[in-house]
């Protein structure tokens, strides 16, 4: 039985990330903004092509301290989507907004730019979309839409990493856009997350609300909290960061493979290739539709289980059932995503997944199609 889990950190070499931790034992600079963090920062702005940029312990606290760096009116409605990462309902309701959920495109699985008007009330004072899977959202639609009703737009742009759109990083859209380099992801600091923003007023605001509201050594004007990057993990990301552009390479073949086995299958669709974006290959989730496939998702969940192979509901439950919330959010608002989400499969992916581990994955799932024939 093999063992293949959906995903696998990247990692530099043992020896490229101690040389690269050498310093802090020179320096004792352990966090606080150091010198790793500095020239962290410096090339992450250049690769993602952004302006302005501040980094987080994660990418949920790059979300939740953007928010409150907006000053929203407390209890204004934000417009997101549940079909996502349970960061982004969250970073709203910690922030004592109330999420107002939007249903998805069927085909990108992104905000559904055509259903957004429809929900804009007086209390509307921002749109959360999320770059889903890495997809881009209708980034055009949603600006022409936030600025005839004056609205903020806060990207989650967790699953975008190093994607551009029209030649541009996908950072420099919106507000503010938030990337995770969270373990999972297509690029990593161990955790970690970073906020890409164009208003300079804004980021002293952002600063402040990660380290504890401190404005000067003795002024304290704000009520922060702690969410800076340490030096360690600056590091990796240094490291890393070398990489990343091989590794997005590498994943782009293991696509190539999925696409050579299940574009066309009957029952199955894929996500898109999107005009004008340079993709970062971050997921390969699969829809599987029982009727015309002929097995349900969660049978092929298990017949690849039952192999050891790590396929993952991802996003399954979605956000506006959670328990949490106490059955406050009518799920059948958003049908295009209760149907996406119980159809969704994302199949395992990373650099250095093999291809002959594709075949016996894919191996696997036509095989269920065929045991119900
Ligand atoms: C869509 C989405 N938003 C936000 C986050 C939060 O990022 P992090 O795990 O770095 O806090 C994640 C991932 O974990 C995510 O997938």
């Excluded at 994660?58 to 204004?76: C, D, F, K």
């Excluded at 309902?89 to 910690?94: D, F, K, M, N, S």
Aim: hydrophobic content about 40%.
């Amino acid at each position: 039985m093999v063992n293949i889990l959906v995903t696998r950190s990247s990692m530099p070499s043992m020896d490229e990330y101690i040389k690269e931790i050498e310093d802090i034992w020179d320096s004792h600079w352990l966090t606080n903004m150091g010198p790793k963090h500095k020239e962290f920062q410096k090339n992450l702005k250049e690769y993602l092509k952004v302006e302005q940029m501040d980094m987080f312990t994660n990418g949920h606290m790059a979300l939740e301290l953007s928010l409150q760096a907006m000053n929203l009116p407390r209890g204004s409605e934000i417009i997101t989507t549940p079909f996502t990462f349970a960061s982004t309902t969250h970073a709203i309701v910690r922030n004592r907004l109330e999420p107002v959920f939007c249903d998805i495109d069927p085909v990108d699985f992104t905000i559904d730019v055509k259903k957004i008007e429809d929900l804009i009330t007086d209390k509307t004072s921002a749109i959360m979309p999320v770059h889903v899977y890495g997809n881009v959202c209708n980034i055009e639609e949603i600006q022409r839409i936030a600025r005839k009703y004056d609205l903020k737009v806060i990207y989650d742009a967790a699953h975008t990493f190093g994607v551009e759109y029209h030649g541009l990083g996908i950072g420099t859209f919106g507000d503010v856009s938030c990337f995770s380099f969270h373990a999972t992801k297509v690029f990593n600091s161990i955790e970690g997350g970073a906020a890409c923003f164009r208003d300079e007023e804004f980021g002293l605001e952002l600063y402040r609300l990660k380290n504890f509201g401190i404005r000067g050594p003795e002024r304290v004007d704000g009520v922060g909290a702690n969410a800076k990057m340490n030096e360690f993990c600056a590091a990796m990301g240094i490291c890393n960061l070398r990489h990343v552009n091989e590794e997005i390479a590498k994943r782009k073949l293991v696509v190539e493979r999925y696409r050579e086995w299940l574009d066309n299958v009957e029952g199955v669709q894929l996500n898109p290739v999107q005009e004008d974006v340079k993709p970062n290959y971050a997921y390969f989730p699969v829809i599987f539709d029982e009727k015309t496939f002929g097995a349900s998702r969660n049978e092929v969940f298990e017949a690849l289980q039952e192999v050891g192979i790590g396929a993952r509901k991802y996003f399954y439950p979605l956000t506006n059932t959670f328990e949490c919330f106490h059955g406050k959010y009518d799920v059948n608002r958003t049908p295009v995503a209760l149907h996406i989400s119980k159809r969704v499969l994302t199949l395992p992916l990373y650099a250095d997944l093999d291809v002959d581990t594709v075949d016996k994955i894919c191996e696997v799932i036509l095989k269920c199609k065929e045991n119900i024939k």
